[in-house]
């Protein structure tokens, strides 16, 4: 091999990265000691962007599109070596690529419950997971601040970070948002962009940003979600003495289906069907059991919410509307509203709040 075989195999003469990986946001070029070889060939593809180190120095940024590394395309570098026109040599710099496409299906989740203030169950704990993408917006500000001078960046080194400033976010916006429990499932999809808005800031000091985040689930603890599922079960029961009869029966009919249950079978069919006549409008049982019945239970107390000048308050509880109206911040004229009303009334015209203006002398009439 004569010496100029030799020298041109110490040139890099074509630089390109072709990705085969799922996680890989930053790859340095290896050139191994080999310096590049000026008017070479920088092939940067779609979804990338080149980034050239010069002496410990960012120089050039190079977005998708194939280069001639020449002085005309490449300014900053020119101005770091002193090039003169015409100077043509090879030259020694780190070249990164990086990874400027999203990043998706991407996990973050509360670790611990976040405490807040329900109007309606007062404090209660909850628990929210969901997805996100990211994608590197700045690639020379990312290289700065966030990758240094690793020669194999991933998004499992940085998604620690960007799921703590996801979860940090959503304690805050959920915790002074003001929105019911059963009613956060409804606004997951509003909630989601209020967060990514939020932490767009913070991220885009890293040249990050994230195209979309999703809240999949927002749950109670288990003991509070089974307390839910048993009122639910009551509403549903309806009147419990039919339930009753109707439990007797299908029990009765299993009963006498079972071949095996012989005179037991019949004996116990018998004796539910005794019951169940016991239980009808010629014996005295519906008297006993309407007697022993359990009382319903409490109604709902109503939270309220309050229009002025064009904004909405609240919501507030009966007791607070109380002390507005003693201290006169709540008047007969304010319009008021709670879930069940049909549209927006005066505070005198709702029988529940109408008691509270009682106390208080009615407007003078006019002179």
């Known amino acids: 091999m004569g010496i100029f075989d030799f020298l041109t195999g110490e040139f890099i003469d074509v630089i390109h990265w072709v990705d085969d990986t799922r996680d890989t946001m930053v790859w340095r070029f290896e050139r191994e000691g080999h310096e590049i ?16 180190i010069h002496e410990g120095q ?26 003169d026109h015409g100077f ?54 990312f290289l700065t601040e966030i990758v240094g001078t690793d020669g194999e960046f991933t998004m499992d080194e940085i998604s620690f970070q960007v799921r703590n400033i996801i979860v940090q976010e959503f304690s805050r ?21 209020l967060i990514a808005s939020e932490i767009a800031p913070t991220l885009e000091s890293y040249g990050l940003a994230i195209p979309e985040l999703y809240i999949e689930n927002i749950s ?46 019949a004996g116990l069919g018998a004796g539910m069907g005794m019951a ?25 107390e109503h939270v309220w919410h309050l229009a002025e000048n064009g904004a909405t308050k609240g919501p507030y509880s009966k007791a607070a509307l109380g002390r507005m109206a003693t201290e006169g911040t709540l008047t007969r004229k304010t319009h008021v509203w709670t879930a069940g009303q049909d549209g927006w009334k005066l505070a005198e015209d709702v029988q529940e709040l109408a008691q509270l203006f009682t106390i208080l002398p009615p407007p003078p009439p006019a002179s």
């Open 220 to 265: 109670l603890p288990p003991a509070v979600e089974a307390a839910m599922d048993k009122r639910t079960s009551m509403g549903l029961v309806g009147d419990l003495n039919a339930f009753s009869q109707y439990s007797a029966a299908e029990a009765m009919t299993t009963a006498a289906s079972n071949p095996s249950g012989g005179g037991m079978a």
């Open 58 to 83: 960012l120089a050039d940024v190079f977005t998708p599109g194939l280069y001639m590394l020449e002085t005309n395309n490449m300014p900053i570098m020119t101005t770091l070596n002193h090039w």
């Open 173 to 193: 916006v959920i915790a002074s948002s003001g929105i019911p429990v059963l009613d956060m499932a409804a606004n997951t999809a509003d909630l989601g962009k």
């Open 276 to 300: 169940m006549m016991n239980q009808g409008p010629w014996g005295a049982a519906p008297a006993r059991a309407a007697a022993a019945a359990a009382p319903p239970p409490p109604p709902v």
């Open 88 to 141: 043509q040599s090879p030259f020694k710099s780190e070249i990164y690529f990086v990874n400027t496409t999203r990043f998706n299906n991407l996990k973050w989740g509360t670790k611990n419950p976040i405490i807040c203030r329900d109007p309606e169950f007062g404090p209660v704990r909850i628990r929210a997971y969901g997805t996100y993408s990211v994608r590197v917006t700045d690639a020379a500000r």
């Open 37 to 52: 070889k000026y008017g070479a060939k920088l092939t940067v593809r779609e979804g990338q962007a080149a980034v050239f």
